[in-house]
């Protein structure tokens, strides 16, 4: 398990150095994680890194605080410092119950998108019956009297690209859940759940 952070810093005088300080509850031993600066030095930087909360020997229940520091490129050399964050970790019965609760949404979010194809295909069936009644030998147009198509009515027209929107609307909504799914499956594989009812909720 990881901790994503960005971390920003701002110093007149240039910036030679970052570090991330990070420990196991208030009076843990200080791990110091360099942090690596943009080329090009300057006085502002903005640093994307992760925490390995393993490797600080952090645990479910643990709690971590960190603290960035920077140091100018002053003469003397000062030494900034970020106010202290405090990160808990959850525990393990917290994090089951959170993928519990986050599978149930899916799982309603499934339901949700059953019905909304079921509404896009029926208001597509009606659109192609009334197609049909315009003309049985055109799907998207009738024939005017000399013989050439003529477009559909504008109120045809209109439930046509209503009903492209929608179907779009479904495709998207289809791929937003795999992906969610995906995550879901993802997690309760790591925390060692993959055989749990949690787990085959997602199947």
């Known amino acids: 398990m990881a901790l994503a952070l960005v971390i920003g810093i701002r110093d007149d005088q240039g910036i030679t150095s970052a570090t991330l300080e990070g420990r196991r509850g208030a009076g843990g031993a200080v791990t110091h994680l360099p942090l690596s600066l943009p080329p090009g030095g300057g006085d502002r930087a903005l640093i994307t890194t992760a925490i390995d909360l393993a490797a600080l020997g952090l645990k479910p229940g643990d709690t971590l605080h960190y603290v960035a520091t920077a140091q100018d490129n002053a003469p003397a050399r000062h030494v900034g410092r970020s106010h202290e964050y405090v990160v808990r970790i959850p525990t393990e019965a917290e994090q089951r119950s959170a993928r519990s609760q986050a599978t149930l949404q899916t799982v309603t979010a499934f339901d949700s998108l059953s019905k909304q194809v079921a509404r896009v295909q029926r208001a597509e069936e009606d659109l192609a019956r009334e197609r049909q009644r ?61 055989d749990s009812t949690l787990a085959r909720e997602l199947n």
């Open 134 to 194: 315009a003309d049985p030998r055109a799907g998207d147009a009738r024939l005017g009297e000399d013989g050439q198509k003529v477009p559909l009515a504008s109120d045809a027209a209109r439930k046509a690209e209503a009903a492209a929107q929608a179907q779009q609307k479904v495709l998207d909504d289809a791929t937003k859940l795999q992906r969610s799914v995906d995550e879901l499956r993802d997690a309760a594989e790591r925390g060692g759940v993959a």
